[in-house]
């Protein structure tokens, strides 16, 4: 069953190491995710999953202590999913084949890590950006599927369209698509995130619409009250930072 759950963007951006002279900027955000963190930790799960979106080579399951880099973007910094053995009985740090996580993941994993995070196992699940919302709905539920207290940390932007100078240009559409989803995140609204257009999600590029609707399935009849911690779009990109508990 699902006892809570954290909705946090997933930008490279959030590590400073990445962000470098620009780290500052993001404080606030940096901020918004550790208290969502700690409303985890408070929930006393008996595991932790982390979701997020990620292309082809990266979905599926990756067990704790899986490895991950921000080497793509320019920054030698190693992360891992979790601490301790993982399920394998594997000392830490040890290598889990030759996928690295998705770069969702390891913001997520890095996040945790600057928390210290220590409340739980982890493990992740990479999920394919343009998977339906019925298909993410059932994945969502069947995580949550069972009596171990779970608790998700959930990785995706919003639309990346608010500005003009953002990744996908101004469309004015975004806004209206960012309004909602972050009233539905803050809402706990499982129906309405589960509502939300995928077609229009993909043309104002909001890569957390599959993972949001994974939460949305898996939070379907737990009775969870959200709340919405962060609502902004620096560099014209929607970033929201919720709790669900």
């Known amino acids: 069953m699902l006892a809570a759950a954290a ?10 190491e990445v ?28 595991r932790l999953l982390v979701v997020g979106p990620a292309d082809e080579p990266g979905r599926g399951p990756y067990p704790q202590a899986a490895s991950g880099s921000f080497r793509g973007f320019g920054v030698d910094l190693e992360v891992r999913l979790g601490a301790g053995e993982d399920s394998s009985g594997a000392a830490p740090g040890a290598p889990h084949g030759e996928r690295e996580l998705p770069p969702s993941l390891a913001v997520a994993a890095w996040l945790l890590e600057r928390t210290q995070w220590a409340a739980a196992p982890v493990e992740g699940l990479g999920v394919g950006e343009q998977l339906t919302a019925d298909r993410c709905a ?20 919003g639309s990346a369209c608010r500005t003009l100078k953002a990744p996908g240009y101004l469309d004015e559409r975004a806004a209206g698509f960012d309004a909602e989803a972050a009233r539905a995140l803050g809402a ?18 909001a890569a957390g619409r599959g993972v949001w609707q994974v939460l949305a399935g898996a939070g379907e009849g737990a009775g969870l ?16 930072v919720a709790t669900w508990s």
């Open 7 to 16: 909705v946090c963007p997933s930008p490279p951006l959030l590590v400073p």
């Open 19 to 46: 962000a470098a002279g620009a780290a500052s900027e993001l404080d606030a955000l940096r901020a918004a995710c550790s208290d969502a963190l700690a409303v985890l930790a408070a929930a006393r799960p008996d």
């Open 138 to 157: 059932e994945a969502g539920r069947g995580v949550a599927a069972g009596a171990e207290r779970l608790a998700l940390l959930v990785m995706g932007d």
């Open 188 to 205: 706990a609204d499982t129906a309405a995130l589960l509502a939300l257009d995928e077609e229009l999600a993909y043309e104002v590029q």
């Open 225 to 240: 009250e959200g709340r919405l911690l962060y609502d902004d779009a620096p560099y014209g990109v929607g970033y929201f």
